[in-house]
């Protein structure tokens, strides 16, 4: 597989989205054309897809990375992995946390936090096998009305 950034936003790219978007979430609606380009050209997001190999490789997976300074450092967390169905136990999302972690070391974060739902068991053994250490925190979240 081939793991990229996404620099621009094309038909492909939409489309991929409208595929894996239902598959990581049901209660979320894929990201719209100009949701993919705003967060394209965010300075704070790096957009990461995995391809098949060969040219023209279908996108089999994504990742985002959102990186932002704070007055304690750096931050930078994964949010939105997702592998096609069809595709998962190849490596694949290893493959996009890997070059993520390479990216974030890169520009200097000192850590990468990510959340995974306890039912993704799959995916909470790769974070673990990879070195992501579960940590004891409170997670909050408050939820703004409207869209």
Known sequence: MIIEQATQVTDELEAAFLRLTPQLSSSNPA??????????????????????PGA???IIGS???AMFRIPTGRRAWIEDVVVDAAQRGKG????????ALRVAQEAGATTVDLTSRP???????????IGF????????????GGR
């Open 63 to 65: 990742l985002t990375l």
């Open 31 to 52: 990201p719209t054309r100009a949701q993919l380009v705003e967060m394209v050209g965010s300075p704070a997001i790096t957009l990461l897809v995995a391809r098949e």
């Open 119 to 129: 039912s993704r068991e799959a995916a909470n053994r790769l974070y673990q096998r």
């Open 92 to 99: 694949i999302g290893e493959a996009l946390t890997r070059e």
């Open 56 to 58: 023209g490789g279908e």
């Open 133 to 144: 250490e579960k940590r004891e925190t409170n997670v909050y979240r408050y939820t703004l």
